[in-house]
Nanobody
């Protein structure tokens, strides 16, 4: 069984910073990619940033230059440093990992429960 546990959300004023962290645990054989998605009320879930095992990264255009994703392969963790936050960044942020387990050696997507980020004007 695989678990993804996020931490670090909260309430911050516009222009402030937050750091999200996520740790993946369980019967994991290997992780291909890890990333962060977000979903605001009434909107679809969208990719914020992702990082692959070779350290190549992708960012949503809306967060480029403000957010930085990083990963610790040895610890199965991914972090998202969010600077210059804006009210439109307010959303529930989900950790994602594309991984395979020893029991099922096919890559599948796993999700955390989500952590709330609220940015006040």
């Amino acid at each position: 069984q695989v678990q993804l546990v996020e931490s670090g959300g909260g309430l911050v004023q516009s222009g402030g910073s937050l750091r999200l962290s996520c740790v993946a645990s369980g019967n994991i054989e290997s992780i291909n990619a890890m990333g962060w998605y977000r979903q605001a009320p009434g909107k679809q879930r969208e990719l914020v940033a992702s990082i692959r095992s070779g350290s190549s990264v992708d960012y949503s255009d809306s967060v480029k230059g403000r957010f930085t994703i990083s990963r610790d392969n040895a610890q199965n963790t991914v972090s998202l440093q969010m600077n210059m936050l804006k009210p439109e960044d307010t959303a529930l942020y989900y950790c994602n990992a594309r991984l395979k387990t020893w029991k099922l050696p096919l890559y599948n997507d796993y999700w955390g429960q989500g952590t709330q980020v609220t940015v006040s004007p």
